[in-house]
């Protein structure tokens, strides 16, 4: 009978329509086992301003302003340390030094900053902007991570400036240095770091970057469109430019913007449905028209708790088994216009009553869904089905059998890291504005139980 039990339950999944109910009579224990599915358990949800937005430590980087029909004004500010050269065979940095050879008969020629853009984009991108270069007047704090809400003081003054279409940021991709957006920098800047070639400075990263300190990449305010960029290794870059007597060529000394780096979000809500969103609090979804809403890189979430779920075991039976559990969220389709998309991917973290996120030795608490490999799970948006589906099962499996508590999770931007030896990590990844807006979430779980 047990058997009989085993195929009746794998038909049950693999069929076509959900049924409601099955029972199995399994005489050697008594009574009947019973299959059953429900999507009426009750999924509060909210709205929520979290404390703290980390834009610091990351790949990618943020600018530009537009105005979003449901967000409002949005703003962005790249804030980068100019560092050291890079080896990333060793992952160290080396000196700013030029050739022995020419140490003695080097001359400046030029320097250049190129900008490498990741892909993203969201407003208006039919529109040009002014992408501007500043210079810092302000250090950097060693190892603070910089949150959205911060910023460093620059020279309101350019020191270089363009005008670019989509187009040129489409184009400027790593493939090729060709397609790259490069600024030309004053002379005055280029021979200030080049006479820290091959000087004490030039040897030790602390005293290069206190000397040289770094960029704001900022935008016109009427622009109408917000670009990522990218700051990592062998992406954007500083070059400073010299020759010795003989050459043809110049040669090159480039240099980082791996050292600090964080991008300032700033967001005006006036006249918006969240506009009295204000950190900590949250909106219900009753009072928003039954909607919740997402900003990465602004720290709007969505929180869920599941009130009912001591109902299933109601059933008439202590011992349920939840054989499948789904979280579904479907955005609304009219909110996703343009380049207005989605987060691609999204992860789960507890969160606790106080709407903070929950961490652990400073790591967020993310919902491990995979028990066995402990994995964390994170699900991709599926523009064909306009969800995202997370497998629930035994995360709602520890809450029954009341191995877990929870205050409730909270949505958050993510992306994968993999390291050398093929370990995958979430990271929060709050360097882009990417929003949803939710019209519907749902928990769709299959159990059984002894009747």
Do not use: W
Not at 15 to 29: F, K, Q, W
Not at 88 to 97: D, H, I, L, W
Request: aromatic fraction near 10%; glycine fraction near 6%; include cysteine.
């Amino acid at each position: 009978m047990r058997n009989v039990a085993l195929m009746l339950l794998s038909a049950f999944f693999f069929s076509c329509e959900d049924p409601i109910n099955i029972a199995v009579d399994t005489p050697t224990t008594g009574g009947q086992f019973s299959t059953t599915f429900t999507d009426t358990l009750t999924v509060e949800r909210a709205t929520v301003m979290l404390d703290s937005t980390v834009t610091s430590e990351q790949t990618g980087a943020l600018v530009g302003h537009y105005k979003d029909p449901v967000f409002g004004d949005v703003s962005a500010t790249v804030f980068a340390q100019v560092t050291l050269p890079y080896d990333g065979t060793n992952g160290s940095y080396y000196p700013f030094a030029v050739a022995t050879a020419d140490s003695l008969t080097a001359v400046y020629d030029s320097m250049y900053v190129y900008v490498v853009h990741n892909g993203f984009s969201y407003g208006d991108s039919t529109k040009p902007v002014t992408l501007n270069i500043h210079r810092l007047t302000e250090d950097f704090v060693k190892g603070k991570k910089y949150l959205n809400d911060n910023s460093l003081a620059y020279n309101a003054t350019p020191l270089a400036s363009q005008v670019l279409t989509y187009k040129d940021f489409k184009r400027a991709t790593v493939s090729t240095t060709d397609s790259l957006i490069k600024f030309k920098m004053p002379q005055t800047v280029g021979q200030e770091l080049f006479a820290l070639a091959n000087k004490a400075e030039s040897r030790d990263i602390d005293k290069f970057t206190a000397a040289v300190k770094g960029f704001a990449f900022t935008v016109n305010q009427s622009a109408e469109t917000v670009y990522g960029l990218s700051l990592t290794a062998g992406t954007s870059y500083p070059v400073v430019y010299y020759h010795a007597p003989g050459d043809t060529v110049a040669k090159s000394l480039p240099l980082t913007f791996l050292g600090e780096r964080f991008s300032e979000i700033k967001s005006n809500r006036q006249g918006t449905v969240l506009q009295d969103l204000k950190m900590f609090q949250s909106i219900p979804a009753s009072a928003t028209g039954n909607k919740t809403y997402m900003q990465t890189g602004a720290g709007i979430t969505t929180k869920m708790t599941f009130p009912t779920l001591e109902n299933l075991l109601k059933t008439g039976s202590n011992n349920v088994a939840i054989n499948k559990a789904e979280l579904i969220l479907e955005p609304d389709l009219d909110q996703i216009t343009g380049n207005f998309k989605p987060p691609a991917q999204i992860a789960l973290v507890e969160i606790g009553k106080d709407n903070r996120l929950k961490k652990t030795n400073n790591i967020e608490d993310f919902v491990a869904l995979d028990v066995a490999s402990g994995v964390q799970y994170v699900s991709d948006y599926s523009t064909t089905n306009n969800n995202y589906k997370f497998n629930f099962t035994s995360y709602i499996q520890d809450i029954i059998n009341k191995r877990k508590t929870t205050d409730g999770i909270a949505l958050v931007p993510s992306i994968i890291s993999t390291s050398s030896t093929g370990a995958t990590t979430i990271l929060i990844y709050n360097n882009n504005v990417s929003r949803a807006v939710f019209k519907n979430i749902k928990l769709n779980v299959y159990y059984s139980g002894k009747r």
